[in-house]
């Protein structure tokens, strides 16, 4: 059902009017949201994981934020592929070198979001990122490398991160620095099937996915929490982005020949196929998580001649 004006009001983010959903979480809670509240919606499966992660106010881009971004519900996957490391560090900036997996050959992913509750509302997401090495690292450690492959702990730089929603495009662009932009964007993620879509300028196809998810594991709430460190500039400076995720329900599947990735026409598959992808090594999907996402802070990056 399409959104009318007078289903949405008009909130001010560091000086940018952006509407949202009247009645919304954001509409009543400007982040500061009710935890008894969410633990009542029956797609929330529980809270705890939120109330060990007190809020904190902070000056930003978008103005004064309480930080992280909560997301109660939500579901993702992501597909890895193998590229090679000259592809690669074509896009990266100088100051980051991407994550090999043997001599000559990193990772790249094709990610989608879909965020059912979230502090911010309903929105969906899609990225295009390159796994690179810790910044201020040396050489890259064996235990750095099965950490990533492993979902524990990757560090990541995003070329292209569409979203579907205003409020999401001004957050994450302007307080984030990522590389944002609204369109149309579906996910749809179940125990059975995975598929997104998202579409270009014209209305065509961008990028897409459609698959089967991988057998899922169950697990209780903190038991399994991975985290991802992504790094952007904002106002020219370095900054390190960290969100927590709490994996509730996942699965994994190895060269996952079933794995059906249409790339097509528009800023993403731009930036995909410039990292020359050979091979899909890695479909990982969640089915049900939730992420705390903490605002961007200022980090040390080594240059690199």
Known sequence: MATTQKDTVEVDLGGRSVAVPKGGL???????TDLDEVARDPRVSGVDFFRELPKTKVDSAIGPTLTPNFYYRVSTARLT????????RARLPRELAPLEVAPGLGLVSAMFFRYDVCDIDFYTEAAVGIAVRPARHGKLGFFDLVAA??????????LSLPVSTEI?????????????????????????????????????????????????????????????TSYTTVHGAWHSTLSQTNVLSAGTALVPRAAELHVGEGRMAEDLRSLRPIRQVQLDVVTEGQLALHMPVPTSVKRRK
């Open 26 to 32: 954001y509409d009543r809670y400007r982040m500061a």
């Open 81 to 88: 592929m193998l590229a090679p490391s000259r592809a690669i």
């Open 149 to 158: 492959l492993k979902n524990e702990h990757l560090d990541t730089y995003v």
């Open 168 to 228: 999401a495009q001004v957050r994450g662009h302007d307080g984030y620095g990522f590389p944002k932009w609204v369109t149309g964007l579906d996910v749809d993620i179940d125990a059975h099937r995975t598929t997104a879509r998202v579409a270009n300028d014209t209305g065509g196809t961008d990028l897409s996915l459609s698959a089967p998810t991988p057998a899922q594991s169950v697990y209780p709430s903190g038991e399994r929490v991975s985290a991802l």
